[in-house]
């Protein structure tokens, strides 16, 4: 794996991040993620993972941003689309088997009938024909395929160069990485690094209006972006349809309710005492057991 395939895969993690965080801008204004840059359990790492964050934003803005911006000036826009179309078709050869992975034969038979619409109709993906015919695209990976299956996706963790991860998404991150138009030319190294880059270029091209509206509107990007990353992260697992997740109050003792005051057992004679107010005084507990019958009166004659 190239140098150069694996920021290729950190444009990927990005994109789709960076479309879910823009997404998510008209949904969460006023609120203060200075108060949230403590994660708890799903971010322990916080502190390495801004370090790295700032690292990946340094490189993006003095690389890979620049080199986008004159891209999108110099290249035509049809030479554009017909590059991203030649990406995404491998991408959604790599969907189709993950779709069959997660036992979704209906899914797997449509992004395959995809791949091969756009191969042969398509000019080798340059053109997506099937779009119009009804096909539609439907993202998968490895990392998604292990959630499926009930694997989860442990602390949030930023990967140098790659960007937002979690355990789960970083053990499945170098086969993901590894499905490329860089496959056709492997045994020619600077071709291969030739494609990467052009990969790259394509996909942070993509994401330059989306990353201006995330620093204009974002307090915290780092928090923004890595509560973005969860939420759109499991809902791909559970297809847009995730359970509730559990109270976070649920396992704190100090939340938890006052258990309930028994009813009050009737006394003998069918009367029931008055409950006692919380702020009475405690009073002594009368002794269990059976109350003594008191003893029969003496018989005989009395004087």
């Known amino acids: 794996m190239t140098f150069l395939a694996l920021v290729r895969a950190l444009s990927r993690v990005v994109a789709a991040l960076a479309v879910a965080a823009a997404a998510g801008c008209a ?9 949230r840059r403590s ?21 993006d803005t003095y690389a890979l941003k620049p080199v986008a911006t004159a891209y999108n000036k110099v290249v035509p826009s049809p030479v554009r689309t017909g590059i991203h179309n030649f990406f995404g078709n491998f991408s959604d050869a790599w969907s189709a088997v993950n779709q069959l992975l997660q036992g979704k034969p209906g899914d797997a038979g449509t992004m395959t009938l995809r791949v091969l619409t756009n191969t042969t109709l398509g000019m080798a993906g340059l053109f997506d024909p099937a779009t119009r015919l009804g096909l539609e695209r439907k993202p998968e990976d490895l990392g998604l395929t292990l959630g499926h299956w009930g694997l989860e996706p442990g602390p949030y963790l930023v990967l140098p160069l790659f960007g937002a991860s979690d355990i789960r998404d ?49 307090f915290d990007r780092y928090t923004f ?32 309710p006052a258990p309930a005051t028994p009813p009050s057992q009737p006394a003998p004679g069918g009367v029931t005492p ?17 109350v003594p019958t008191p003893p029969p009166p003496a018989s005989g004659p009395q004087t």
């Open 27 to 35: 949904t969460t204004p006023g609120v203060d993620h200075q108060d």
């Open 39 to 59: 994660a708890g359990p799903k971010d322990p790492y916080e502190s390495v993972n801004r370090k790295v964050f700032a690292f990946n934003d340094t490189l």
């Open 170 to 218: 970083g053990l499945a991150l170098p086969f993901d990485t590894y499905v490329s138009p860089a496959l056709l030319v492997a045994p020619k190294y600077w071709k291969e690094l030739g494609v990467d880059a052009v990969g790259v270029i394509d996909t942070r091209a993509g994401l330059l209006g989306a990353s201006q509206m995330l620093d204009e509107l974002a």
């Open 225 to 256: 972006l890595r509560d973005a990353y969860i939420t759109r992260r499991r809902s791909l697992v559970y297809d847009g349809n995730p359970p509730d997740l559990p109270d976070e109050d649920d396992d704190d003792p100090k939340s938890a």
């Open 274 to 290: 008055a409950p006692i107010p919380a702020s009475s005084p405690t009073l002594p507990v009368p002794p269990t057991g059976p």
